[in-house]
């Protein structure tokens, strides 16, 4: 199995930065592409930012202003993954959440966390 938890969110200026985290731990090996979701309420869930063997892509929404980064353990027991927000803008408050997407002996699935909440405001 694979848990994820998510930190990092809260309450900042327009024009700031903010950078969650998502520590995933568990059978690591058998996850390939991992990202971070968002959704605000009344809204569709939008893939913010997905990192797959090194390989980035990004809605156009946050396209350079975003950047997703992977980190993970020799042994392959934990994987940590970063979102670094900047510039930040009010149309980015949203229920931010890791995802993780099963591969090999976990194929077909797909592994979430708790979310954590970004807002951006005055």
């Known amino acids: 199995q694979v848990q994820l938890v998510e930190s990092g969110g809260g309450l900042v200026q327009p024009g700031g930065s903010l950078r969650l985290s998502c520590v995933a731990s568990?059978?690591?090996?058998?996850?390939?592409?991992m990202g971070w979701y968002r959704q605000d309420p009344g809204k569709e869930r939008e893939l913010v930012a997905q990192?797959?063997?090194?390989?980035?892509?990004?809605?156009?929404s946050v396209l350079g202003r975003f950047t997703i980064s992977r980190d993970i353990a020799t042994d392959g027991a934990k994987s940590v993954v970063n979102l670094e927000m900047r510039n930040l803008k009010p149309e980015d408050t949203a229920l931010y959440s890791c995802?993780?997407?099963?591969?090999?002996?976990?194929?077909?699935?797909?592994?979430w966390g708790q979310g954590t909440q970004v807002t951006v405001a005055s």
């Open positions: 995802n993780g997407r099963g591969i090999k002996r976990l194929r077909g699935r797909e592994f």
């Open positions: 568990g059978s690591m090996l058998n996850i390939g592409a």
């Open positions: 990192i797959d063997e090194g390989i980035t892509r990004y809605s156009d």
